[in-house]
Structures are given as C-alpha cells and as structure tokens.
C-alpha cells in the first residue's frame, strides 16, 4: 500500500535564524503499513532534486523485493521544506502578499528541515524509527536528526555524506549560484526565473557528481576527426535541460545554501561532542572515489560516532555511485542490520 499526501503544519514554523513561515506544508509518501508495536519504520531522508517518492529514485534497496519493502516495513520519506515537489517552497503563496515568495522565502539549514521532519513523525504518531537512511544532503539530514533525537533513533545509514559542508563543497556550490544569479531572470518575480542559469548550475554539479573515468567510459568519442559536436558537450547540455523540466531555481539555490550551512558542532561544542551524543547503532559507508564528499568524511563520522561501523564501497560514477550501487549497498546494509539484530539477540539472552 502507498500513500502520497500532504501535512500541513497550522503554527508558525519557527526557523533555525528565528524567522518564521506560516501554514508550512510537507509532501510526503508512506509504502506498507506500520505494524501493531510500531517499531518497522525505516525512514529516507532524500538529496538535494530528488522527491518522497523513495522507490523511484532509490531502485534496488528500495522497493517490492528489495532490502527495504513496504511487505515488511512502514517506509516513509518527506519531500523536504525548500523543495520544489510539493512541500513549501519559493514558488509556494506567501500568506503575507498572496504572491509566490521568490526571493523573498527565508533562507533555512539543515537543522530547519530535520525539524519539519519531526513535526511530521509526531503528526504520524511514530515514536520509533528503526532504520533512519540518507545519502548526500540526506545523510546530512539523517545524521543531524539522529544528534536531535538519540534516544528515538534504532539504526543509522549514513551514506556519502558528511558532518560538516567541506570549503570544497561550499566553493561548487557557490559556483552554481553564480550561475544562477548571472541570469538576470532570476530577479524578475516569474515562476520559469533563472532557468538557464539553473541548466549552467546543473553543468557544474554533474562535474563534482561524477568522475574522470565515468566520462571517458561514457562520453569518449569513437573517431579521431572530430573538431566540435563532442559527446561530453552533449551530454552536459542535455542533463542541463532535464533538471530544467523538472526543478525550479529558486528551490535549487536555496537547498544549496542549506547545504552549506550543515555543521553538527554548531552550538554543540564542538563536531566530536555533537557527534558522541549518537546513540544509535551506526554504519557509514563511503564511495572510494567520491570527489564531492571524499571518503576522508566518512572516516571522520565513523571514528567520531560511538561503535560505528565504516565500509567503503567502489563505483565508477563516483558520488552518484550511492544511488546507482545498489546491489553493493543491498549487501553491506542487510549484512549490518542482521549482525546488529544477532547482537541485541545475544545481549537480551545475557542479561535475562
């Protein structure tokens, strides 16, 4: 069974820079049903252009036969607030001026999306989430949330992701901003503002997504002639293009200054001490040849979280490897929630 709807939050949504949105709006999907002691909830935190719909964009770990199924599991994910499939966001009405917010939306952190999260598993009444999953900008989300509420928090993937946004990560993103900006469209108040920008934007990511060997295995040219028209070129223009038909730029600039803003220390202390306060049982896995979010990152999170678990995997499409492995992730993640369970088994029959 699967459910796509919206909650709608009636009180002022209170952001992490004290600003405040009103009447704020969740999209979200359930697949299968939560069971009488509800404790079969795995919950997907999506990236940074993906949607609620985790069996779409998740194939593989997510679905009908596969690791996580809604025959076994009460499987959620919320379309986060900024986003441009159906929770509030830029193009959304501002209550104020009855108009679309534009530039006008406040900017938000991870933490703010985290906490829309919550609202939502209250709304749903879930007290207990066994497997809380994200990769990228989800596993940003994932691991905040886990930092939030430990005590409610059973297992934690944390996939390709990070506990605070690298110089590296900020400088790609920025450089799409730029993009965005150079489009003078993006100032002019229209739902289609800054779309060509936003195709430079998607240009420039796909660069830090992927890798050398993914473009020389994919886009290599097959004669020896050629002066122009090169596949690579191509290539760029037409994922430029697909993003266009499908996100907006205000959704996409916004989500990326989210991005940046993720740092777990933040008024914790410090990174370490945010991240000991994990009382989860954890597993990171990193891609080896990530560029964006290098596997130096994971190191960090697995040493810094209590008992965690590190696994590495290898991938030619580098960071969008954490959604394209998915035999290799199906592996590793149903290997460690059957040795977790086989531990908590041992550990039940110790203390009885």
Known sequence: MSTHTTYTHTKLFKLE?????????LAYQ?????NAKKDNVIWACHALTANADVLDWWKGLFGHNALFNP???FIICANVVGSHYGSTNPLSQNPTTGQPYY??????????????HRL?????????????????????QAVEWAIIDPKIIEHLILVATNAVHSPWGIAFNESQRLAITADRTFYAQQRDGGTKGLKVARSIALLSYRTYDAYVATQLESVNDKTGGFRASSYQNYQGEKLCKRFNAYSYYYLTKAMDSHNV??????????????????LVIG?????????????FLAKNIPDASFKSIKSAYGHDGFLIETDTLTNIIGTFLKESSNKKIIKLHKTA
């Open 17 to 25: 820079s004290g600003k405040k949105l009103r009447k704020v709006e």
């Open 120 to 140: 939502l598993a209250a709304h749903l009444g879930i007290e207990q989430i066994k497997v809380l999953i994200g990769g990228s900008l989800g596993g940003q």
């Open 287 to 299: 891609v080896e040849n990530d560029v964006l979010f290098p596997l130096s990152e994971q190191e």
């Open 30 to 34: 359930t697949y299968g049903k939560l």
């Open 265 to 282: 220390g933040r008024n914790r202390g410090s990174i370490t001490d945010a991240l000991g306060a994990i009382k989860a049982t954890t």
């Open 71 to 73: 025959e076994e599991h």
């Open 103 to 116: 530039l006008a939306f406040p900017e938000f952190t991870i933490r703010d999306l985290v906490q829309a």
